[in-house]
């Protein structure tokens, strides 16, 4: 599954998971991506969007 946005491009970002100790080990933050049907030109195809660009409107679901 490609963790990126159909609309703005956001993708995974990276950091360091941090325990008691602060020793630090990778991790990812992964962008909540919706499985949708938008409308790309004329034709409906199923794209993962991001909920911010859901909630923003910027873009147009297919019925």
């Known amino acids: 599954m ?5 609309s703005c491009g ?4 990276f950091g360091q998971s ?4 602060m020793r630090a ?4 933050f ?4 919706q499985k949708v049907r ?6 409906p195809r199923r794209v993962y ?3 911010r660009c859901l909630k923003a409107g ?3 679901k297919a019925v």
Do not use: E, F, Y
């Not at 490609?2 to 159909?6: L, Y």
């Not at 956001?10 to 970002?13: I, L, M, V, Y």
């Not at 938008?38 to 034709?43: Q, R, T």
């Open 2 to 6: 490609s963790k990126v946005c159909h």
């Open 30 to 33: 992964d962008p909540n991506l």
């Open 58 to 60: 910027k873009v147009t």
């Open 38 to 43: 938008i409308l790309v030109g004329a034709a």
């Open 49 to 51: 969007v991001c909920t």
């Open 18 to 21: 941090r325990s008691h100790s």
């Open 10 to 13: 956001k993708g995974p970002a």
């Open 25 to 28: 080990t990778k991790r990812r």
